[in-house]
């Protein structure tokens, strides 16, 4: 008898967004690289160092640079890293807010 082997489902990595603790693929995250050269955004995701992850949203950046990131990356940042990590937080577009979005809550038009 022969035996059918079926197809395994291709593994996707996962990583918790620092900022607001969501687990997601890793693809779908910015990793925050420590490297002997000092605190990066890696957009390759394979710098050599420490890394952590947080989403392309500017309020997990926010929550994320309050404090867990320097944690996670186990530094504290110069005033130049944090500079820069400011600067792409501040490139990211605010997200709109389907909270205070009625018609978001109801599912569009009534």
Do not use: N
């Amino acid at each position: 008898m022969s035996r059918k082997t079926l197809a395994r489902p291709k593994h996707i990595p996962q990583r918790m967004c620092i900022g607001c603790r969501e687990a997601l693929a890793k693809r779908a995250l910015v990793r925050v690289a420590r490297t002997p050269d000092g605190v990066k955004i890696d957009p390759t995701g394979k710098a050599p160092g420490r890394g952590a992850y947080v989403h392309d949203r500017r309020s997990c950046w926010e929550a994320a640079l309050r404090g867990p990131l320097e944690g996670a990356l186990k530094t504290q940042f110069t005033p130049s890293e944090r500079a820069t990590l400011e600067i792409h937080m501040r490139s990211l577009a605010l997200e709109e807010s389907a909270e205070s979005d009625p018609e978001a809550k109801a599912g569009g038009a009534a």
